[in-house]
């Protein structure tokens, strides 16, 4: 049962697991408004594309809703790179969640597990999350080379805008990753880190997952 | 990442960590509540502005000198946003709901404490954000607080139109945000901190209504944010989202193609639940209240969870009730009609449990308990007109006009307002440590009782009588201006109501600092606010953990000591 806490005070408060729990708990909290917001998004996508406008030239009612010619071959390389940093992200995230687990034995004295080999997975994803956004900027450089700018059709402002959003919500989930980083040279203790890597962690998957909406949605609901 | 644990051990020292950026929730939540309290100030002067205007078009009026119609339409767009917004999202969630839900489940702070305290300056900086909109050329806005496009959409539109509402959409947009990092707040810490024997059943009312308003606001607030980000768009990059082919001042603009009826949808599916929003807290903290001073239980304490929950659902699907008047296809406007009136369901059960509740009950007649009675009035008196304007043929007619602003400003407005003076008698011994006085709290609730009603019932006949709702004034169209002496009626009342605010103003710093202490649980209530210290230490139950035994409304109990049972006291206090 959730709450229910029994006696976490006073022994200097949650204990690590409970921690954990709160924090995914928050993130959950965190991903419905997102979810939110692209399912509104998406939706007035779908009604502006149907609305019908009159026409005083021809004296009838058109669609105006244009169309985009998308760069996808740029935006393929980008989901790779996307869902390659996904995979970066799993690995960081089990690697501390092994530190956190190990920790109460290496703290004892003379104890050693032996000298462990870690690739930087963190820094690996924020580079290639930095990868990514650069990626989408070439793409919106791509789209104003072959004349689609915001205010071009409806259909080009949509494209702006979901990727845009997007951008943003993953430029946060790399400020969150860079925070993680940050917290190993404040010298918090390996717990706090592994929070913090592990709900960047669950967040950036849900960022690939959206991606992988977004650009289907706008490549298949043109 | 700061944990209510790490940061319970030391009460932090200086004036900055303590009452600036603090993370205790409870400095948090006097902050929103002072905040609130700035806004409704601001937000009654507009209004008075107003009506001093409506009835007196020649005067000129203090700070703004002569009102043109664009300036009255400014009053009003602001008068609007800053009431709903920063007035009735922010006290009774923001403000009591910070306060008083961690110590309500027995928790020593919020789930995240940080985030608890950027939610309240995100807050504090839109409110500075739409107050800048004044102060810019052109001044506030004039789209209403619906801001509805093409108006609101177009830089030309009119003198507020330029920077002003891009202030205004700035404004809504950052107080989104805040919101829901609140309402992500106000989750995890009613799912994930609740002591123990603390089950979901056994929560106070207050506590439910916080929860599930924290619910709506996660759900609407991403879309409303996502339709402002749309209408910045169309205002600033050129885009058409809401503006269709239009011309003003005789110049054909960019745009073509769009849809204002987008931005209805998108702004009412927010809008609704926001109504709820702003109503919930009020129906929790006035449950809460009218089983204290009924001294007995609250009837139906199942079924008021269920209620506000299927309340909370509803709010979801009936936003097109506003739009009735946009030519939508009459069969979606039977699906919304049937549904909204779907909603009086739970409402009347909500009420009549209320009814219930005070039926034989020993009741005391303080002023926390006379604002709860007068909430369960205003919810009644206005909540009946909702079933009228429900009817799509009914609506047509009465759309725009003063009908309208009669309904919810009864029943969104006041009666929140209400709530919120309930909640501030109710819990201003525990917060401030000193009682408010009886007589000025007693004058204060009939003048403002017997005042709303003045102003706002009267405005039901001239909506009948087709008085239109947001003109500056009514002297050049014949049929209107026979309305005014009714109108002129309606200014006096609000001048006398607005005036009798200072009474509470009185109140409320006189007994902060010169009231008779209050004892630590002054109204014999049972909720776990009341077992601890008044005003409560910095981490709420001096390093004890409260164990919870007994429901939230243990009033009357057969057998036991005291005429009430508190959450807390051991189980043998009601075994019989
Ligand atoms: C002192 C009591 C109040 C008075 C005298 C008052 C007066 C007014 C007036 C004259 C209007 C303009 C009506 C029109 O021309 O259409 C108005 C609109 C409005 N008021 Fe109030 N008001 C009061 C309190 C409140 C409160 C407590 C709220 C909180 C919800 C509120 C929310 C609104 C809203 C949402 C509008 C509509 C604004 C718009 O159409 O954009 N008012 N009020
Ligand atoms: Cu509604």
Known sequence: MAGGGDGRRGDGGPGYGERLRRARLGLICLIAPIVMLFISLTSAYIVRQGLPMFDGASNSYVRDWGGVNLPWVLLAINTGVLLLSSVTIEAARRDYARQAALAPVKSIPGVSLGEENHLPWLGITVILGIGFLVGQGLAWRELQNRGFFVSTNPNSSFVYLLTGAHAVHLAGGIIALVWAAATSLLRKPVEARRIAVDVTAWYWHFMGLLWIYVFAFLEFAR | ?576
């Open chain 2, 1 to 576: 990442m700061a944990t209510p644990a790490t940061i319970h051990a030391h009460a932090p020292q200086g004036f900055i960590r303590k009452y600036i950026f603090s993370l205790d929730h409870k400095v948090i939540g006097m902050q929103y509540f002072f905040l609130a309290l700035t806004a409704v100030f601001v937000g009654m002067f507009l209004s008075l502005l107003m009506r001093i205007h409506m009835v007196w078009p020649a005067a000129v009026l203090p700070l703004v000198g002569e009102i043109k119609p664009e300036t009255y339409l400014s009053l009003l767009t602001m008068h609007g946003t800053i009431m709903v917004f920063f007035v009735l999202t922010t006290a009774p969630q923001g403000g009591f709901g910070n306060y008083f839900l961690p110590i309500q489940i027995g928790a020593p702070d919020m789930a995240f404490p940080v985030l608890n305290m950027l939610s309240f300056w995100t807050t504090f900086v839109a409110f500075v954000v739409i107050i800048a909109a004044f102060f810019v050329t052109g001044g506030a806005p004039l789209h209403g607080w619906t801001g509805y496009p093409p108006l609101s959409a177009v830089q030309s539109a009119g003198p507020g139109e330029g920077l002003g509402a891009d202030l205004w959409i700035t404004s809504i947009a950052i107080f989104c945000i805040a919101s829901l990092m609140g309402a992500l707040n106000f989750i995890t810490t009613t799912l994930d901190l609740r002591a123990k024997g603390m089950s979901l059943m056994r929560m106070p009312l207050t506590v439910w209504s916080w929860f599930i308003t924290a619910i709506l606001g996660l759900l609407a607030f991403g879309v409303l944010l996502s339709a402002g980000i749309l209408l910045l768009m169309d205002r600033n990059l050129g885009t058409s989202f809401y503006v269709p082919l239009i011309v003003v001042n005789g110049q054909v603009l960019g745009h073509k193609g769009g849809s204002p009826l987008l931005w209805q949808h998108l702004f009412w599916f927010f809008g609704h639940p926001e109504v709820y929003i702003a109503i919930l807290p009020g129906m929790g903290v006035t449950s809460q209240i009218l089983s204290t001073f009924s001294r007995k239980p609250i009837f139906g304490y199942k079924a008021m969870v269920y209620a506000m929950l299927s309340i909370g659902l509803f709010g979801f699907m009936v936003w097109g009730h506003h739009m009735f008047m946009s030519g939508m296809s009459p069969y979606s406007a039977f699906a919304f009609s049937i549904l909204t009136m779907c909603i009086g369901v739970p409402s009347a059960i909500k009420t009549f449990n209320w009814l219930g509740t005070m039926h034989k009950g020993r009741i005391r007649f303080q002023t926390p308990m006379l604002y709860a009675i007068g909430f369960v009035s205003l919810f009644v008196s206005g909540g009946l007109s909702g079933p009228f304007l429900a009817q799509p043929v009914l609506d047509i007619q009465l759309h725009d006009t003063y009908f309208v602003v009669g309904h919810f400003h009864l029943i969104m407005g006041v009666a929140a307002i209400f709530g919120i003076f309930a909640a501030t008698y109710y819990w201003f011994p525990k917060m401030f440590g000193r009682m408010m006085n009886e007589t000025l709290g007693r004058i204060h609730f009939f003048i403002t009782l017997a005042g709303t009603y003045a102003i706002f019932m009267p405005m039901h006949y001239l909506g009948m009588a087709g008085q239109t709702r947001r003109y500056s004034q009514f002297t050049e169209v014949a049929y209107q201006a026979k309305l005014i002496p009714l109108q002129t009626f309606i200014t006096y009342a609000a001048i006398i109501t607005i005036s009798a605010q200072l009474i509470f103003v009185i109140n409320l710093f006189w007994s902060m600092f010169k009231g008779p202490k209050a004892s630590d649980n002054p109204w014999q209530s049972t909720t776990l606010e009341w077992t601890t210290a008044t005003p409560p230490p910095h981490d709420n139950f001096g390093g004890v953990t409260p164990v919870v035994n007994h429901g939230p409304y243990e009033y009357a109990v057969p057998g036991a000591p005291r005429d009430y049972v508190m959450q807390t006291d051991p189980v043998s206090a009601s075994a019989h």
